[in-house]
């Protein structure tokens, strides 16, 4: 579902049937303890990115609120863990490299590549 800042992202819910207005955020919701959501959280959130580059099932998001300085506005901060090989995932855009083989470009094997050989 499209959130207030224009992403697509499937841990928004926007239930807007016969004038209701309710909104949320279920990624948000299912944090312990669970953050309060707020519209503006929508505009510097990682999750949609990062769902649209590595869509791992194997891949669990866990939010928390960020504030970089006193006066700045609160941001959503996201950790990765992943439940394949039970560690942090350093980069979740790109993801662990266990579950899905990274390219070359990526491993520094560049020089090593035969595209005829396949994947594996």
């Not at 503006?40 to 504030?67: D, Q, Y």
């Not at 996201?78 to 090989?85: G, L, N, P, S």
Request: with cysteine.
């Amino acid at each position: 579902m499209r959130t207030p800042a224009g992403n697509e992202c499937p841990h928004f819910f926007g239930d807007y049937f016969r004038g209701r207005n309710l909104e949320e955020c279920r990624l948000l919701r299912q944090a312990i303890p669970p953050i309060t959501w707020k519209p503006s959280l929508c505009a510097t959130c990682p999750v949609p990115g990062i769902l649209l580059a590595n869509a791992c099932p194997n891949m669990v998001l866990k939010p928390e609120l960020h504030r970089p300085f006193p006066f700045l506005k609160q941001q959503v901060r996201v950790t990765a863990f992943c439940t394949k090989t039970n560690q942090l995932v350093p980069e979740p855009h790109i993801g662990c490299g266990e579950c899905h083989m990274l390219p070359p470009a990526f491993t520094g094997d560049i020089l090593d590549y035969d595209p005829s050989a396949g994947p594996g």
